[in-house]
């Protein structure tokens, strides 16, 4: 909502007469912050309570007792899989998108008719 109430007209004439993910790019630099960390803890206690937290961990504590020399450090699970579902998000909606502003026939609301239709 925020994104919405915050646009300028030159941002709304961006996003019509921009290339074909123009809205999605709009949204995706206006909410992408907020998203993550409204997600974040959604993430967290899932994967913990499918038990993967746990098992992750016991993972991550055996690989750092290796005693090996310049090994990769592992990545942050809740972080990871809260930045895939986000990239999943957009490029969903970028699809939504594009075929939009390509087929009428997508444009199945007035607003959306009235919008692209011109």
């Known amino acids: 909502w925020d994104a919405v109430t915050s646009m ?21 630099n206006r909410t992408e912050e907020q998203l993550r960390a409204r997600f974040r803890p959604i993430v967290a206690a899932q994967t913990e309570s499918v038990g993967l937290g746990r098992l992750y961990g016991d993972l991550s504590s055996n690989y750092e007792s290796l005693p090996l020399n310049g090994k990769p450090q592992l990545v942050d699970l809740d972080a990871y899989v809260t930045d895939q579902a986000l990239s999943g ?23 959306l008719r009235r919008v692209f239709g011109q």
Do not use: C, M, W
């Open 89 to 111: 998000l957009f490029s969903v909606l970028a699809q939504e998108e594009a075929a939009i502003r390509k087929n009428p026939a997508a444009r199945t609301t007035d607003l």
């Open 8 to 28: 300028s007209i030159g941002d709304a004439f961006g996003i019509l007469n921009g290339h074909e993910t123009a809205a999605t790019d709009y949204f995706r």
